[in-house]
């Protein structure tokens, strides 16, 4: 199942590098860019969606083709269409991975996964980060050392609305006082949703090789292994048919106008 | 804290009970008019809010009064307003509890919680149930034996698309030979919901005295308790004066738009 | 069922208190007695059990008596008898609460009931300590503001070596550097499990208010509100009669000898 | 990492096998040689343990050695030595991937792992059971129908002492009218936790493919991917270099005796 390369598309609304020359000048093929090449370096096949393609390249035949999907917005989240979010969010349930970074914490999609307001507190003032791995057991946090050092980070802090994650990964220690429980995980349906904090569009975080491999281990982590043949994601069907005998109580039933799902 | 009565407002489609005689006959005050009047009578305030009232009855000014709202539908999910759906989300993230009744598993306010399909399997054949306590830790497992029997009911069987619950209460046997996760809860915000399966427009579930109780316990565990002075909840303040001092690194910040959440 | 006070018995090695004169002078009636003559004042009916008395003061009857028992130790946890750790994860299993404050992460009965090592890392310099309240949700985290702060505290640091926790509640900040889990839940057969990390016997910890009253939070939510009829809870008992006729498929079975459980 | 064989340990009591005809009809080889054919087949590196090798045939050389360990025992529970249990106990805190299997349940090291009693109801009449998959995100589930049918079981009923799963993979229907969480992972330390009920010793469970298929899954699940780098597992060091600087606050500690973890 591992043989074929990990099919990873790699989502930025491409808005701060476009309008910003500092930013540009930090990530100069974009933020997808810098994530792109440090996955095909290490194996992944790799895929580039942006807001302003059509459907923001996230069409039906590019989510079919993708194991797993990278998403990274901050100022444009309104933008993207209700219609394209409803697509990530069945093409998740069914199997794809979907890894959240940064800003993405108030995407539509992730709201949506989630089911909660995804809020946080935050600061910009170019402090220093520390993520302690706290799950030694997940592959996630396979190849680091006992944390993660960023010299310079914007501070996002507790209370994050977010469900008990599955797994907690990652706690960010904070210069100014805070912390953040930067490594998530989840599964919904047939899916694998991971959340990791570090970014900021305008500091060097994913030129970090420990943050690079971080999000390798996540697609990794995040590729579909399990059951393609339960029922119950996105259908109701009747099974009219019992797999036992039932006996017959002689109840005659209401004729009931039922719902379509 | 819990000297006030624990306010409760059931909420009721309210359409099998006026177009089906059979259901008429089983539920002359309607699926919440049976629930109501239990609760009424177990010390609960207790208010009716159905489909075709304004607002579906779950106005602001209603919600801010409702400790836990119960929730039943069936054929009715596609009727109710999206501006609805959206002040519910809001008011449980804010500690208003949730329990969501049987074929609510399709709701739209479920399903929004949850960001899963929320699909299933089922059968109508008037079968077996028997719904086994799997939690003896639970407050809403107390006073039961060691199962819920019923003689009659709608089969829902797994694979639910559900995220892992934070606590499965009850796993359901059915005559016909399938299984289900009967009772679970999570909490969201600062809101906690419970999903009770039993119950169906033809069977009298609604009468019995364990599926009652039940319910009833449902609402005690779903009433806040918890703490309001976290933020995150909705909102992402940011937070300008660190509670330690920053160290300043000379680093001139790019000017970036800013979000509006 | 909450009518009738919450009885909470406060086990304390008290070791250090009858060695060390600055101890004394911090805590001159013990740990035990600075945190149960809050919990009187706050209605609940203390009783006190310290290392050296008769069965280190949990007896049978003792436990019996106990809705909820913290346990303060830190030097002399291998003195505790294994009989004694025994009936204590028995009378839990049975649905006593247990509370595990600071240096207690080591003792016999949190690691039983753990099944890990609870090891982490540690440094005693003074520093500040902030434990961020990370779930809105939870009954223990009632009454607090954002944070709880701490001018002189004994660092633990991640990775704590425990179970993934049911629910987390506060995350610590330490000004050296580190995070730690420090408010965590669990539950096992009947009973609930708290490890709260604040304390030390060289610092003022239990006169401060706020963790005070997490403690009574504490003793609050984890008196026994569940089931008492479940089987399951150190037993194993042979169901000979099925609930539902089972066919004969004509099977000899092997006389095979059962373990005594 | 994963181009090396994964090294499974079968430890089976092996003592139904040498006392009844029956069970050595059924299992000619043993449960453990059952179980071992089909992984040899399927690409692991398998060995056997046995109750009567010396240590049990887990020595420190061969746990060492070992990826995962599977384990079967039912009568002979109590014979296993603690000093045996400890060092699996470690070995799993620091990777190895433990699978119990069926009676096991009751076994000293997974009751050592659990923290709970682990019990159960149960009964001996040959029924149908029906295990449901009911995550289908879960390697461990892959390649399996909806459901797996077995013609003839012992039942385990609920309800099942054990901490609350990570995921819950199976639940059992039995024809008796009972229901049981079968199929149950958790982590603990570094290392992966299966419990997966089917299977005694007077039914040829451990013959049948989707049972075996299901094991193997479990094996390659368990293996360690994670971190190796954290602290907390089973050791308590003190860091007396701070990361950040500490405020003088000149405060003198009291000279306090440490415990020896």
Known sequence: MDATPCRVTV??????????????????????????????????????????????????????????????????????????????????????????????????????????????????AAERERLWVVNPNHEITAGLGRYIELPNAEMYGEQFDIPEPDELLFISWFEGGEVFRSGCVWHRGRGRIFYFRPGHETYPVYH????????????????????????GIEVCPNITEPLEPIEDKGIVFAQIDHPTA
């Open 208 to 231: 970090n090789q420990d943050i690079l491999r971080v999000i390798a281990n996540g697609c990794r982590w995040a590729r579909f292994r399990g059951n393609t043949q339960t029922f």
């Open 11 to 124: 989502y930025n609304e491409f808005v701060h590098e476009q309008k910003n020359e500092d930013v540009r000048r930090l990530y100069p093929d974009g933020i997808h860019g810098a994530i792109g090449q440090y996955l095909s370096g290490d194996g992944f096949a790799v895929r580039y969606a942006t807001l302003d393609m059509p459907e923001h390249g996230l069409t039906d035949e590019v989510l079919a083709d993708t194991d797993v999907l990278i998403w990274w917005g901050h100022v444009a989240h309104h933008k993207v269409s209700d219609a394209v979010v409803d697509r990530v969010q069945s093409r998740i349930l069914n199997g794809m991975g979907l890894i959240v970074l940064h800003s993405g914490h108030l995407s539509k999609i992730f709201r949506r996964m989630m089911g909660t307001s995804c809020g946080l507190c935050w600061r910009e």
